[in-house]
């Protein structure tokens, strides 16, 4: 048995989680000098509630121990090779803890550095997890989470954009980021895409881009959403049945990522189909 983990920066939501048993290791989310583990003892509802009143929050990777844990539990529960797809190493330490517990651990462990953030690491899961239940091999499904990271796209809209300039990984967007500003990153980068009157007219816009998208090859998508559950089904309701959107999941932007975005954040994430 093959068995799948991630770290919960994935986004990766229930239904995805239990279609492929996937083990999730939280990530860390320090709020006024106080650590919690993202998924266990912090909702979303309060996290951001706490980061709108000004709380001083930072994020870190998972321990080495706490990878350990995660592949010493899927050997105990039968698996003789894990596949762990992560966060990417210019995001975060994740992939660099994941890889010092793979050399200590009791089954064979293969990290996938996905060089992504978000859901998008969920997709480069989603494709891996498809290929393996298909009954491809390890070094395949590998290879398609690989492929899988080096097409992915998303267009979004940052809930609170002074948070996100604020965090630095916006840098590559010239000019001002307006609640309404469609942002887009792909592997051309990060850049503006247009600007919406309000946020039914970016929903409007997003959707279109992404059904143009599909309508070339065929895609799996995530929409998610930070606190903006209405508008989220808003979009899917736009997506749902579009030529070339194979399937179409929901997400919560959780504390590790919305902690550079902020409340009000919303998009779609995508990857075209391969393998």
Do not use: K
């Not at 895409?193 to 143009?212: F, G, N, S």
């Amino acid at each position: 048995m093959i068995r799948i983990v991630t770290d919960s920066a994935s986004m990766i939501p229930p239904a995805l989680r239990h279609r492929f048993d996937v083990i999730v290791v939280a990530m860390n989310v320090t709020v006024d000098g106080e650590e919690h583990h993202e998924g266990h003892d912090l909702s979303s509802a309060d996290f951001y509630a706490r980061l709108a009143a000004g709380a001083i929050v930072t994020t870190s990777a998972p321990s080495p121990g706490a990878f350990l844990t995660a592949y010493r539990q899927a050997a105990r529960e039968g698996a003789h090779h894990v596949l762990s797809i992560h966060t990417g190493s210019n995001y975060s330490a994740t992939v660099s803890a994941a890889t010092i517990a793979a050399d200590n651990a009791d089954v064979a462990v293969s990290v996938i550095d996905t060089q992504l953030a978000s859901f998008p690491v969920a997709l480069c899961l989603w494709a891996a997890g498809d290929a393996l239940a298909a009954g491809q091999t390890i070094t395949a499904a590998a290879d398609i989470a690989r492929s899988t990271a080096a097409q992915t796209g998303s267009v979004f809209v940052v809930g609170v954009p002074e948070l996100a300039r604020r965090g630095g990984r916006f840098v590559a967007v010239t000019g001002e980021i307006a609640p309404t500003s469609i942002l887009e990153l792909d592997a051309a980068g990060m850049r503006e895409l247009d600007r919406a009157d309000d946020i039914q007219a970016a929903v409007d816009l997003m959707a279109h881009h992404v059904r143009t998208i599909a309508a070339r090859q065929p895609l799996r998508a995530g929409i998610g959403d930070a606190l903006r559950p209405t508008v989220a089904a808003a979009l899917a309701d736009r997506l749902a049945g579009s030529p070339g959107i194979v399937e179409l999941t929901r997400y919560e932007v959780g504390p590790s990522v919305g902690a550079h975005t902020g409340a009000g954040t919303i998009g779609i994430v995508y990857a075209p189909v391969v393998g």
